[in-house]
């Protein structure tokens, strides 16, 4: 009887192999396996050989951290590697109030709990503390300065600890931002308005000993918390008795909405105060916060996915909570800072000029395009206890490189009912595209010949595409300043020999009238040039009102502007958009620049097909102009 290898997914597969393996048998020589009811004894065994098989193999791969599915089991195997995937994040905000009272008090003490309750999006969210401030009252007034507040409802919960083995401390709600908990432990009969002694929340067990008071926090089932405490060896033991802190746990937490809560910066308060002595204050006039003392609420963060958890538990074992190498420091900025999209890291030996001794890292955030200064002092404070001693951090703002196209998008008109819905299509594409992993990060790159390719395959009316390639970046000057700017692309600029290469938007500056335009003249060499600054007259015809206003080396794509007091911009923000053309049409983004496909600035154009539309058999009246692939420099300014 030959051996029969049951490895197979596939029920037919298994129910053929179960059948050869019974006509093998001389017991079942010519017997008649579809026509008797025996089939269905077969179908019985190859559907439970079946669901086994794949039970078996779901369990194997449920077992490794790159093919598990379940959340459960991913958290369970980046633990074993010493990683806590990251929890919802409140989004937090600083504001500044004062409150003027009655009361003959010292101090005036702002409670844990809500303390105000801010608008984004038409949509009101909570704000709240898990630990009380307190602030001296000076004239009648105390003044609480810079309070920061986070996103979320404040919740307590307590445990009574029955010296069981098994008890579990879990906390029943998913939406927790567990690196706002706060943990006391009392006696059983203590007063109902003493906290107790409190625990402070460790990520590993170094420096601990039997006295520790501490506690870890784990992610189990369903998204929800466990709190574990000290077995007496490593951290202090829970439990009445001599040389015990007590039973009675009281546990502070505040539960969020996580990235939702980004963007408050009116805010109604709604805290509670009290005096010395615990009771109310009586209030003179009602507490206002000023909304030019508020700092936006930001760093709201969801908890973190599954594929998140995947890619990152492996670097932070590998960096092993040390800032070393520039992938440790896109592990670790990814833990203290969960509002990361991508990060670059650069060592100061490759900065112009160099900064040895210095690290400089660039974040670009998943709101927005650049960090607060709120929140880089924040970054840089908790990198400190992973970076080694006499290595500086510096946080550069985001350089970003947008790519922009132009492209003429050829049909057959007997193919589609509407150009418009295949232009439609086409943008759609595009923003798919965009958000691939070769763009949108820093060091990214555009395959021209992949973009071609996403044009063409949106529909089979497509026939073909020319598309030519601009890359921008946009400068933000400084108003009624003096100072000079530098803006790197990174990439090789086209040059036509007669100029105005270079394009920008509308500004304005000191000594010059009406609105002005950044242009070029190349160099004999047409290595290097001559930046312009030129205006258009009402009879569109163009003065160039300053000859030399900084240089440009398109061999290196970088443009320096001299010494200028910008007044305005046409643009918002201050900003102006300066566009070149690459001279090749892959463009590549450098270590410190963010490459971002700006389909929203790009131009569509549907071209009928003439010849596939049946319009122009022979070809014979065939038009080019819209068929050129050359470089044209087109207008004089970016509008």
């Known amino acids: 009887m030959p051996f029969s290898n049951f490895t197979n997914l596939d029920f037919d597969q298994i129910k053929t192999s179960i059948k050869d393996y019974l006509r093998a048998n001389s017991n079942f020589t010519d017997f008649d396996f579809e026509g008797s009811n025996f089939s269905i004894l077969i179908d019985t065994l190859a559907y439970n050989t079946y669901i086994t098989a794949f039970n078996s193999n779901m369990v194997v791969n449920e077992s490794f951290l790159d093919s598990a599915t379940l959340r459960q089991n991913v958290v369970s195997l980046a633990g074993n590697i010493g990683y806590t995937p990251r929890s919802r994040t409140a989004a937090n905000a600083q504001i500044t109030f004062d409150v003027n009272i009655t009361d003959d008090t010292s101090a005036v003490t702002l409670q844990p709990g809500l303390v105000c309750t801010g608008d984004v999006n038409n949509e009101t969210y909570t704000f709240a503390i898990t630990e009380a401030i307190s602030a001296n009252v000076v004239d009648g007034t105390a003044k609480f300065e810079n309070i920061n507040v986070f996103q979320g409802t404040y919740l307590e919960k307590e445990f009574t600890f029955d010296g069981s083995l098994d008890q579990r401390f879990i906390l029943d709600n998913s939406f927790i931002d567990t690196s706002k908990i706060v943990v006391f432990v009392k006696n059983d009969g203590d007063l109902d308005d003493v906290d107790g002694i409190q625990y402070n929340l460790i990520n590993d067990i170094i420096n601990v000993d039997s006295n520790s008071k501490i506690f870890l926090i784990n992610e189990v089932q369903d998204e929800k918390y ?34 939702d809560g980004n963007g408050a910066q009116r805010f109604s308060f709604s805290g509670r105060l009290t005096k010395s002595n615990g009771n109310p204050v009586n209030l003179q006039s009602p507490v206002t916060i000023p909304e030019l003392s508020v700092t936006k609420s930001q760093n709201g963060g969801n908890i973190e996915s599954i594929d998140s958890v995947k890619y990152f538990s492996p670097l932070t074992y590998s960096s092993q909570n040390r800032a070393v190498t520039a992938r440790d420091y896109e592990a670790i900025i990814k833990k203290v800072y969960p509002n990361t999209e991508s990060v670059s890291v650069i060592g100061g030996e490759e900065l112009d000029p160099p900064e040895f001794g210095t690290v400089a890292i660039s974040i670009k955030p998943k709101n927005g395009d650049l960090v607060s200064d709120f929140s880089k002092n924040q970054i840089l404070s908790k990198l400190k206890q992973y970076t080694i001693s006499g290595i500086n951090q510096k946080i550069i703002d985001l350089k970003l490189l947008y790519i922009e196209i132009d492209s003429n998008v050829y049909y057959n008109t007997s193919l ?59 400068l933000k000057v400084l108003i009624n300043q003096f100072a000079q700017y530098e803006l790197c692309y990174g990439n090789k600029f086209y040059v036509d020999p007669k100029g105005f290469n270079i394009k920008s938007t509308g500004f304005t500056i000191f000594g010059q009238s009406g609105t002005l335009y950044l242009s070029d003249l190349p160099n004999a060499d047409l290595k290097t040039g001559t930046l312009r600054i030129i205006k258009i007259l009402d009879n569109n015809t163009i003065k160039v009102v300053i000859t030399s206003a900084g240089s440009i080396d398109y061999e290196k794509g970088e443009i320096n502007l001299s010494t200028i007091n910008f007044l305005s911009t046409t643009k918002p923000n201050n900003t102006i958009e300066i566009q070149a053309f690459p001279r090749s049409n892959d463009v590549v983004g450098l270590k410190d620049l963010y490459v971002s496909l700006d389909v929203s600035n790009s131009t569509i154009n549907m071209v009928r097909d003439v010849i596939s539309s049946g319009d122009e058999v022979s070809g014979v009246q065939f038009t080019r102009d819209f068929y050129s692939s050359s470089y044209p420099n087109g207008k004089i300014i970016r509008t």
Do not use: C, H, M, P
Not at 241 to 247: I, S
Not at 442 to 469: E, M
């Open 226 to 259: 466990e709190l574990k405490f000290g077995d007496g060896f490593f951290g202090k033991k829970l439990g009445t008795g001599v040389g015990q802190d007590g039973n009675k746990i009281k546990v502070r937490y505040i539960v969020t909405d996580g990235e």
């Open 416 to 474: 589609i009912s509407s150009a418009d819905t295949l232009k439609t299509n086409v943008v759609s594409s595009l923003n798919a595209y965009s958000r691939s992993i070769n763009l949108n990060k820093f060091g990214g790159r555009l395959k021209y010949s992949k973009l071609l390719k996403v044009i063409d395959d949106t529909n089979q009316a497509i026939t073909s595409n020319i598309t030519k390639i601009r890359i921008r970046r946009n």
